[in-house]
């Protein structure tokens, strides 16, 4: 660690003083953070969905908006780049009035409007951005002057400042620099947030360095070294022997117990949970049979998943959307565990011996390990689950081209049911078209409701909607969804995050201007 505690420091000034020197300058704040991956994936938010990105760009950018630091609650949203804004009656046209003298990282200067209509343009192309969907309805994003910004939906939205938010798509990226750097825009990437990149070394490190211009203030740390180590053992050392301060954590109770006995150790355990599912594709043999899935389905067992990981950090699933999620169905119909009716559906379905199905699986322990079990589940049901073992970028790039007949994906998305919905289980979303997401088992059977609780504005009618989207959902077996880890990170107790967290969307602390050492 380069950091020195503040009695030591004090004691230094205090014996250079007496000595007559000059007082040295104070040590420089540096933060090593620890993410258990492999590599980096891409700085470039508009095109990452990975989990060890989420965190780095969190610190490296901001939206238009941004939920308060530590929160995940839509009530929380306030202003971020835009210091105010304002909508129509009918909330389908909302103006942005920006800051001023907000600067992008280096040598690309001040954030104007321009850069803001880049940025929504640049999200809302699915040649640039992972995230195209989320910004479907809009129809039009103008700069009015240089420092205001209107955005015209075709429809309504739900929870449209969440588009906006310092999240994915809406983080807020520079012109000059995306058409500078290129591809290396990927590893170089310029944002306006507390800290702006510095170096990269494969398979190593990103470094990150305090932006001194910063419209909020300049941060107290001065670095930040975002190691990646993914073996969990060598990343639990690395920060036993003081080598790191914050740390990735496994989603198992473990790992929690284990380091609650960590002296000087602050265990965060926050929102929001990554729901898991299985992800059955619809359209090939034998998933294209409807009681091949339903078998699948009943040979899980969430409840031993649970006791795996550890109820600390683990929750069973309760619908195809997340728990606690506006819109989640909390008594969704989801079926039940039961290896006979499991069995008694492969044999109907003409696999009385067993059928066998192959998958692409990340080799990131989290999600393999958890797998593992889920393997071993459907083993007793005949339902044999081959793996194929690749590192995490790879398993995103294959399972986007529809190279697994089984897909399991993690993910938190913005708290309301749409996004799950839309982004999963809407035809507009499937692997291998133009308008791809994230929809893995080719499920259409909703695309009518889901479709029109984005556009209904009676709230009793839009819950409905969602509620009728997840049971058709659920009754097709597209997903078995399976349960939803917390995040799990923990950090040195004279290491302050400056706020309270209860949530990140970024899924990792949050790193603000008044992060810092005591």
Known sequence: MTHIGSAARAAVVGLALAAGAAAPAAAEQVLNAAMGAADLGSLDPHRTASTQDKAIIGWMFNGLVRFKPGSLNPADIEPDIAERWESSADKK??????????????????????????SIQRAANPKTSAFSSDFRAIETVTALDPYTVEVKFKENVP????????FQGGNIVSKKAVEALGDEFRSKAVGTGPFAY?????????????????FRGKPKLDKVVYRYIPSDASRDLAYTNGEVDLIYGRADQRWVERMKGQPKTVLQIFGPGELGHLHLNMTKK???DLRVRQAIAHAVDRDQLVKFRGASVFRAAVSVVPEGYLGTDEKAPLLKHDLAKAKALLAEAGYKDGVTIKAIQTSQPSMLTLMEVVQAQL????????????????FHAQIRKDLSDLVYYSSARFPVADQHLTQYFHSRSIVGTA???????????ADAEI????VETDPAKQLELWKVAQRKVIDAVCGVPLVANTQVWAHRDNFDLGYELKGSLSLGPMLTEKSGFK
Do not use: M
């Not at 070394?201 to 211009?213: E, I, M, P």
């Open 435 to 445: 308008t791809a997401v994230t929809n893995f088992s080719h499920c259409n059977v």
């Open 198 to 214: 510095s170096d990269y070394q494969r398979n190593q490190a990103v470094t990150l360095v305090g932006h001194k211009d910063y």
């Open 286 to 288: 034998p998933l294209d």
């Open 159 to 166: 929870s449209p400042l969440g588009i906006f938010t310092n």
């Open 451 to 454: 479709d029109g609780a984005r």
């Open 93 to 118: 046209t909302w103006k942005f009035f920006l800051r001023k003298g907000v600067k992008f990282h280096g040598n690309y200067g001040e954030l104007t409007a321009e850069d803001v209509v880049f």
């Open 379 to 394: 083993k007793r049901a005949g339902i044999n689950l081959v793996f194929e073992v690749v590192d995490h970028p790879t």
